[in-house]
């Protein structure tokens, strides 16, 4: 790449100048100017000494790597960013608060160190899962790589040498051949049938000749440039280089996917947005009992403790695994439906898409031809163009139809390929270019109709001569030999097919009803036959035209010497026999997943690099274009009337062709998306696909992007989530990419929308579940503050709630099935449908937790008064209860209690407010199941929830009963009647919040919904 090239731009003028479209003349400059620039020479190539300024000057031919990221950099992004962030304070805070104890008491409580650990390895444990996600860009430059050949014929001083790849220069005069990758960018010299394969640049899946004329001020579209890692398919080729390395076309796609930065996703500003809220409530209930606790007169090491355990309290130390855990759960689902997840948070980005911006072949389309429609006799016939199912409505038992079949079958070089007889035919593989390998296949089932197949027809027409399709005549014509005891058994046949107005042209009449008849120039056959062809081409379909004639048997008799040189017998004069039309035919199930998304509020955009006419006519067979909407061509069409004079403002639908949008300024492409509900983007380049993606994010839109070439790369880099092909995708759209569709098929994105918008609302559920159990664990610390009472509650039983009994249920949360209405709701607002919220913590925090922490203090209260203290005798008793060296405490009845006996009855008041956390937890996972639904409407099918409803009550009574943990974790067992207070409160919070859901359906929108309901509630459907 030159040294005077863009290396030397900053980050954004290098982005600004990628994003342009490529603007070059070296297709149109003539070829004294263009050897005058390139100082070279079209015979001998570069001298040597030109050769090694020039590369000096320019250095090698190869794409330069990006700026890499330190691998320990990446780890510790992972290991403290985002949700981990807030588990560390909480960690470090433990500590502190650890150190401070130490450094006051002789033998310290150890409660603060184990938190502190337990935080520690959590996040250390999740850090370490996260970093093992790839990383994108230095794996998308190692695919680019892969596509850089390894060497190339050069001519340099006239002498022809074969030399690595990289050591090419501008004006480099190379020679290649079918076979070869493109070492660089060239302008075409000479060339004999050359054709190259451009789909990883254009997403043209045929084979493009190449010849040494310019075609089109388009340099990606004329014909005389050839572009770098791009395949040649057959002929050879002499060229010259006039672009190298990163200026190349590829190398500047390249550049510009490794550059495009990852923004955040959606599931990613959620989590900052929720830890903004919990640190805030923790911090401000931090600070005001630090501030009681002066007031209470405490001293200020007692408060420093004081402040941090009531924040680090705050910390749901379960969440984090609880959230990676449910996108993991989801992203398995996802995989056994076709849709293999490369990065856990895009599972969620899916379901909150609002735009999705679809490539067209092999994603709406079946990627393979088929012959949709035929004519013949006046009147347009379906085909087949679905396995399995029967469309068509022609019959070969009809004599035109009969004799259509058998030129489509005679003049054909296709081939089925062997060992498949268990296929449909229309999924077999071919031998032969897309269009033959469509007419064997529609004409196999109509032989096979007639009890015989395409092989023996051949057989028995036995092949003479053939003239090959060129670009120049634009038709193919074959001579057979008629089987014998036919009616033409002495007689030649000439077939031939091609360009519909080429072949008419050839003929004088045409086949109607079995029967001859003449057409001359002004007859009304061919104004009939210009109709069809018209409508058929209006359907984006690609026509071919076909005719036969019956060669005299006394001048072409058996053994006549055929010549395709110079041609010895007749070619005009035919007899047309009919037309056939072919499409790359959409997917079955794309029009249904299309109209699922349109119900859904998402918004489908085709952007593709065919043609118009043909992408407005699958964007209309799939819905992309309803059939009330109108583009300005139909208007114009209509009317009467040029397009020029029709507002695009007035219509729904727009079809815009890349070389419009390229004259288009930022602002004309905003109104353009806010005009116009159903857009097709046609013929675009790769940076234009950028373009559309960056229009739709400025508009507030979450995009998805499908691609699979290498052209799509960048836009799918860009996008909120891209998705690439796994069965046709290259390696580098894969790479981009932040999902896979291993079935290559649209509707798969639709099955991953509704999971992604699951995964919300279930996440939703799980983390309000979570939060609540906070206050219980909160309000023992306050109350312990401010009232002076023994600790009713423990740090080591706080984590059995957090990383024990609570992880099971929360995470069941993830099975919930999905509300009948999730595919029928608008997609969620990012500003304002959150996470977390504050209607989300007024419930969580102020409603179901107030009353589990009822339960907590009731059950603490009834055992203490069990034992001798009154609720009035341990209000301010916990100095004298703290205090190592002060044996006799008495309670309510005068007895002494001395520093171990109390110990034991605080530690068994820790286990009973635990067990009663884990009792109302029972109702709160319940109440969780839906935001709005009545339990007895979702039922209780979620047998792994039930399941963790079981096992997070053994598990309490495993902690309980087991013996040794009184010693270990200061767990003590309980009495059974001390398992049952907090049962009506368990009642209690399920029958509340039945009524709450009561409320909420019978007065939709009323205050309860207001002050009470969390966002999802809107989402869900009433009760019929």
């Known amino acids: 790449m030159g040294k005077d090239g863009f290396k030397k731009m900053d980050k954004k003028e290098n982005m600004d100048d990628l994003k342009k479209e490529l603007d070059m003349d070296w297709h149109r400059i003539s ?115 892969k596509m850089v050949p390894q060497s190339a014929t050069v001519i340099r001083d006239g002498d022809t040498t074969v030399v690595d790849a990289k050591l090419l220069t501008l004006g480099d005069v190379i020679e290649i051949k079918g076979g070869d990758k493109m070492p660089a960018d060239v302008r075409i010299i000479q060339c004999s049938s050359f054709k190259v394969d451009n789909s990883s640049l254009t997403g043209e899946s045929e084979p493009q000749s190449r010849n040494a004329e310019c075609t089109d001020d388009n340099p990606i579209e004329t014909k005389n440039l050839a572009f770098f890692s791009t395949n040649a398919c057959e002929g050879t080729c002499k060229a010259v280089v006039i672009s190298c390395g990163d200026n190349t076309v590829m190398g500047r796609i390249a550049s510009l996917a490794s550059s495009l930065g990852n923004d955040q996703t ?36 007692e408060a420093v403790v004081f402040l941090i355990g009531i924040i680090v309290a705050n910390v749901p130390e379960g969440l984090l695994a609880t959230v990676t855990v449910c996108l993991t759960l989801t992203a398995k689902r996802m995989a056994k439906k076709n849709c293999l997840v490369k990065n856990l948070e895009a599972v969620e980005t899916l379901g909150s898409t609002s735009t999705i911006c679809s490539d067209k072949t092999g994603t709406l389309t079946q990627n393979r031809m088929t012959v949709a429609h035929v004519w013949y006799d006046m009147k347009i016939l379906k085909g087949d163009t679905v396995p399995g199912k029967k469309d068509r409505e022609f019959d070969i038992n009809e004599p035109t139809c009969a004799g259509l079949i058998r030129i489509a079958s005679l003049c054909n070089r296709a081939i089925f390929l062997s060992g498949q007889d268990d296929k449909d035919i229309l999924m077999k593989n071919c031998q032969g270019d897309a269009s033959e390998s469509a007419l064997l296949k529609a004409v196999e089932i109509a032989w096979n109709d007639a009890g015989t197949n395409t092989k023996d ?15 120049t005549n634009k038709y193919q014509v074959s001579v057979h030999e008629m089987p014998a005891g036919g009616e033409h058994e002495d007689q030649h046949l000439l077939v031939m097919k091609g360009a519909p107005e080429r072949i008419l042209d050839r003929c004088t009449s045409i086949l109607i009803d079995g029967e001859i008849k003449d057409m001359p120039a002004d007859s009304e056959d061919r104004a009939k036959f210009n109709a069809a062809y018209m409508e058929l081409g209006g359907m984006g379909e690609r026509v071919l035209g076909f005719c036969h004639t019956y060669l005299d048997a006394k001048e072409y008799p058996k053994g006549y010497a055929f010549d395709n040189e110079n041609i010895n017998f007749p070619l005009e004069g035919l007899t047309f026999v009919g037309l056939m039309a072919m499409i790359d035919p959409p997917r079955a199930n794309v029009p249904e997943a299309v109209a699922k998304c349109k119900s859904a509020g998402i918004k489908v955009i085709m952007v593709t690099g065919d043609h118009p006419i043909t992408a407005a006519a699958i964007a209309k067979n799939v819905g992309i274009i309803s059939p009330e909407s109108k583009t300005v061509d139909d208007v114009a069409k209509d009317m009467g009337i040029p397009v020029e004079e029709v507002d695009p403002n007035q219509v ?96 798969s994105i639709v099955t991953g929308v509704e999971e992604g918008r699951l995964i919300f609302d279930n996440l939703k559920k799980s983390i ?86 009822s339960a907590g203090f009731f059950v603490y209260f009834v055992i203490m008064a069990e034992n001798g203290f009154r609720p009035s005798k341990l209000l301010g ?53 839906t935001r709005k639904l009545s339990v007895f409407t ?66 939709p929108g009323g205050w309860v919904k207001k002050e009470k309901s969390t966002d999802c509630d809107s989402a869900l459907i009433p009760l019929l």
């Open 31 to 145: 070829w004294d100017e263009l050897c005058k620039r390139l100082e070279t020479n079209t015979s001998t190539g570069l001298t040597k000494a030109k050769y090694a300024e020039i590369f000096e000057r320019e250095g090698p031919n190869q794409l330069t790597p990006p700026k890499t990221t330190p691998e320990w950099i990446k780890f510790c992004k992972q290991l403290f960013g985002g949700f981990s962030t807030l588990l560390w304070i909480g960690a470090i805070l433990c500590y502190f608060a650890y150190g401070i104890q130490a450094s006051k008491y002789v033998d310290p409580a150890e409660d603060n160190l184990y938190l502190g650990a337990v935080l520690t390895f959590v996040v250390v444990v999740t850090g370490i899962f996260a970093y093992y996600q790839e990383a994108k860009s230095a794996a998308i430059m190692d695919s680019f790589k």
């Open 266 to 301: 959606p599931i990613a500003i959620e989590i900052e947005h929720f830890i903004h809220i919990i640190s805030g409530v923790a911090v401000f209930l931090g600070v005001s009992f630090f501030i009681l606790a002066f007031i209470l007169k405490y001293q200020w090491l």
């Open 457 to 471: 027809v051949r057989e028995k027409h036995k092949k003479v001569i053939e003239i090959p399709f060129n670009s």
């Open 652 to 747: 729904n639908a727009a079809v815009l062709h890349g070389s419009k949008l390229k004259e288009m300024s930022a602002e004309e492409l905003d109104q353009l998306l806010e005009n116009h509900q159903e857009i097709v983007f046609a013929r675009t380049s790769p940076q234009q696909k950028l373009i559309i993606v960056e229009a739709f994010q400025r508009a507030g839109q979450i995009v998805a992007v499908t691609g699979d070439g290498v052209n799509d790369s960048p836009a799918l880099k860009k996008a909120d989530i891209g998705i690439a092909m796994g069965i046709a995708g290259s390696d580098v759209s894969k790479e981009a990419a932040d999902m896979i569709l291993l079935d290559d098929n649209f509707a």
């Open 768 to 853: 309000a579940y979570t939060l609540t159990s906070n206050i219980p664990e909160i309000s023992p610390f306050l109350f312990f503050i401010v009232l002076s009472i023994p600790l009713p509650l423990g740090t080591v039983t706080i984590l059995f709630i957090d990383l024990g009994t609570d992880l099971w249920p929360a995470i069941s949360l993830a099975y919930e099935k999905a509300e009948s209405d999730i595919m029928l709701r608008a997609p969620r607002d990012p500003l304002q449908d959150r996470l977390v919220n504050e209607r989300l913590i007024s419930v969580s925090y102020g409603q179901i937790g107030m009353i589990q922490a």
């Open 877 to 929: 008793i916990r100095k004298d209860w703290d205090n190592i060296h002060y044996e006799s405490v008495e309670d309510s009845y005068g007895q002494e209690w001395s520093y171990a006996d109390r110990k034991i009855l605080e530690y068994t008041c820790h286990s009973a407010f635990f067990v009663s956390i884990v009792i109302v937890q029972w109702a709160d996972v319940i109440i969780c199941k």
């Open 938 to 1003: 979702q039922g209780m099918n979620n047998w792994v929830l039930n399941t963790g409803i079981i096992f997070e009550t053994l598990l309490a009574a495993f902690m309980c009963y087991t013996p040794g943990l009184d010693k270990a974790l200061r767990v003590y067992p309980l009495l059974f009647w001390w398992w049952l207070p907090a049962l009506p409160f368990s009642l209690t919070i399920w029958l509340y919040d039945e009524g709450r859901r009561w409320l909420l359906r019978k007065y």
